[in-house]
């Protein structure tokens, strides 16, 4: 069920991330956000549990998903910028 929480709780950090962090940059579709949004929310529980901010069977909350997709988010910008001007 852990997995599972973590899909939609990424899926909906994703859609949150986005509105929070506008840019020319942003991945456009559904899918890519969802995917960066879930992408986010493991970054976070990984994060969260190498840090001890949750046990090992804990998954990040709604909000250090937001914030984990908003940081893979910002990494995507700076990448996709950077490939731009070559």
Known sequence: MG?????????VAGIVAKFVMPG????????LTTVLGIVGAFVATFLG???????????AGFIGAVVGAIVVL?????VTSSRQRM
Request: proline share 6%.
């Open 3 to 11: 997995l599972i929480w973590t899909l939609i709780i990424g899926f």
């Open 24 to 31: 020319p940059n942003e991945p456009s579709g559904f899918v």
């Open 49 to 59: 549990q190498m840090l001890g901010w949750y046990r090992a069977d804990q998954s």
């Open 74 to 78: 910002a990494i995507w910008g700076m």
